[in-house]
T-cell receptor
Framework: AQSVAQPEDQVNVAEGNPLTVKCTYS??????LFWYVQYPNRGLQFLLK??????LVKGSYGFEAEFNKSQTSFHLKKPSALVSDSALYFC?????????FGTGTRLQVFP | DAGVIQSPRHEVTEMGQEVTLRCKPI?????LFWYRQTMMRGLELLIY????????DSGMPEDRFSAKMPNASFSTLKIQPSEPRDSAVYFC?????????????FGEGSRLTVL
């Protein structure tokens, strides 16, 4: 079965600094990978996806993710964090017809 | 586009009562998913439908849970009887097509509290 792992429960970063939220995957075949963000008391919102092609994927709100096949990773990045980026971030992998989500990483950006 | 619409947003009920959660997917989306979110278990897929047909209900925790999709624009998730351990946020999502293929569009969730 396909799966993703988010090794960090929480990531703290100062505003203006670069941020990275980690995700590793385990799949058979080609991976379809996604990042979603959840703000308090809201549903999940799509940020970006990797299907095929360039290893660097650009998404919403200035986020990007780098697909690394040799390390089986799909880390989410942003060059300069904003306080408003504070939220819960989920990595997900497509398994046949459905998305399997990681456990989530809480990002806290301090002013 | 109105997005995925869920109701109610909040439900407080007593143990043993029947609970019905409702979902209207985005028009034109052919797949609908029900997820449950708790602190302990994270996001769990309960069941999903393709073209109104249930495809995989292996995530439904017990026979107390049932889901239906009578038409392309409406789905329900029912819990009967409800128990305190069913307290969670229940999300409905529909899957995009075309350029947005594979992406899930989530509703705002229904927060259920069973006393």
């Amino acid at each position: 079965a396909q799966s993703v792992a988010q090794p960090e429960d929480q990531v703290n970063v100062a505003e203006g600094n670069p941020l990275t939220v980690k995700c590793t995957y385990s799949v058979s075949g080609n991976p379809y990978l996604f990042w979603y963000v959840q703000y308090p008391n809201r549903g999940l919102q799509f940020l970006l996806k990797y299907i095929t092609g360039d290893n660097l994927v650009k998404g919403s709100y200035g986020f990007e993710a780098e697909f690394n096949k040799s390390q089986t990773s799909f880390h989410l990045k942003k060059p300069s964090a904003l306080v408003s980026d504070s939220a819960l971030y989920f990595c997900a992998v497509r398994d046949t017809d459905k998305l399997i989500f990681g456990t989530g990483t809480r990002l806290q950006v301090f002013p | 586009d109105a997005g995925v619409i869920q109701s109610p947003r909040h439900e407080v009920t007593e143990m043993g009562q029947e609970v019905t959660l409702r979902c209207k997917p985005i028009s034109g989306h052919n797949s609908l998913f029900w997820y449950r979110q708790t602190m302990m278990r994270g996001l769990e897929l309960l069941i999903y439908f393709n073209n109104n047909v249930p495809i995989d209900d292996s995530g439904m925790p017990e026979d107390r849970f049932s889901a239906k999709m009578p038409n392309a624009s409406f789905s329900t998730l029912k819990i009967q009887p409800s128990e305190p351990r069913d307290s969670a946020v229940y999300f409905c999502a529909s899957r995009g097509t075309g350029r947005r293929a594979g992406e899930l569009f989530f509703g705002e969730g229904s927060r259920l509290t069973v006393l």
